[in-house]
């Protein structure tokens, strides 16, 4: 349809074989935004014009590099929004389900925490507190979304606990990675948390905690903040003291086991432990020039890795801070 067209106009239409023709006038229908069929059009006013040949091919010249340019723009938020999506797919709400037989919406269930994948075989970690409930019974269950159906109860065992260190590992039967499911998993920080250093934690909750329901997509929530400072504090009342690290955002409910990530390399620097509520608080704050509330707490990570470790169950590092080879796990 574009035969007649210079080289300028013809690179710019078959630069994407995918795209959509209209009807009515053959051009491209972008799937990317309206800005591509703006300069499209433009351009075939152009060559239609009288404008002098010189001219035609300068403002043809100049109505490409503003179109592909917008296209990179495009494909870089693309890309953003695809990180993103992969990040929330490795979390997964951690429930108890109270029906024997699902409703129309699903199974009502009550919401205890987050968990999150860390590797491609149905191995997740968590914080051991979020599983206290189940000391004396019960199944928990992870909530794990599927692409274009309704998310799915999957149940998880406990392969390991460090209370002293309030980390455990959960594996979840059948493995989602290898069915139709919407997972991801995250790479584990082999760099420690730095006071100072950007974060997010990143965690889901029920769309109504009175009335959760499981057919209903969960509700996410990203916490940016900053790390704090490091303090010393037991995690389990028979157990030595650990290190915590805090964070310049409050915790809120359900947000225990969540991943804090290092903001620069996405990797997991911790665990969203709980709220800090000692009497340094203020110190802490205003000695980062910070003006917070109560701030939160997190396990860091190596706790957790050394775990892993021990339990043999593999991982993935993340890239280091200053260094892109940082050593792995298979």
């Not at 606990?161 to 991801?184: E, M, Q, W, Y």
């Not at 209903?216 to 290190?243: I, N, W, Y």
């Amino acid at each position: 349809m574009y035969r007649y067209y210079s080289p300028f106009v013809k690179s710019f239409l078959s630069f994407s074989p995918a795209m959509h023709t209209c009807p009515f006038s053959g051009l491209p229908r972008q799937f990317l935004s309206p800005y591509l069929e703006f300069w499209a059009l433009l351009l075939i006013t152009v060559e239609s014009s009288n404008m002098r040949p010189a001219r035609k091919i300068a403002a043809s010249s100049l109505a490409v590099a503003i179109a592909l340019a917008g296209v990179s723009l495009a494909s870089a938020t693309a890309d953003n929004t695809s990180s993103d999506n992969a990040l929330t797919a490795a979390l997964c709400p951690i429930v108890y389900r109270l029906d024997q037989s699902p409703s129309s919406r699903g199974y009502h269930y009550t919401f205890f925490g987050n968990a999150f994948f860390i590797n491609d075989q149905g191995d997740l970690l968590t914080s051991a507190h979020v599983l206290e409930t189940f000391r004396n019974g019960g199944q928990p269950y992870i909530i794990v979304s599927r692409p274009n159906s309704p998310p799915q109860l999957l149940p998880i065992a406990v392969v390991a606990s460090d209370s002293a260190h309030d980390v455990a590992i959960l594996h979840v039967t059948p493995n989602p990675f290898s069915g139709h499911f919407r997972v991801s998993f995250l790479s584990l920080a082999t760099d420690a948390a730095a006071p100072g250093q950007s974060v997010l934690a990143l965690s889901l909750h029920p769309a109504r905690l009175q009335d959760a329901q499981s057919f209903q997509e969960p509700v996410e929530d990203r916490s940016p903040g900053k790390v704090l400072s490091f303090e010393s504090t037991k995690l389990d009342k028979s157990a030595p003291a650990a290190e915590v690290f805090l964070l310049s955002h409050p915790v809120t409910l359900g947000q225990s086991g969540s991943p804090v990530l290092a903001t620069d390399s996405k990797g997991v620097v911790g665990l969203v432990e709980g709220r800090w509520l000692r009497e340094n608080l203020v110190s802490v704050a205003h000695s980062n020039g910070q003006s917070v509330g109560t701030p939160g707490a997190a396990v860091p990570i190596r706790y957790a890795i050394s775990l892993l470790d021990a339990k043999h169950v593999p991982w993935r590092a993340a890239p280091a801070a200053a260094s892109s080879d940082a050593a792995g796990k298979p």
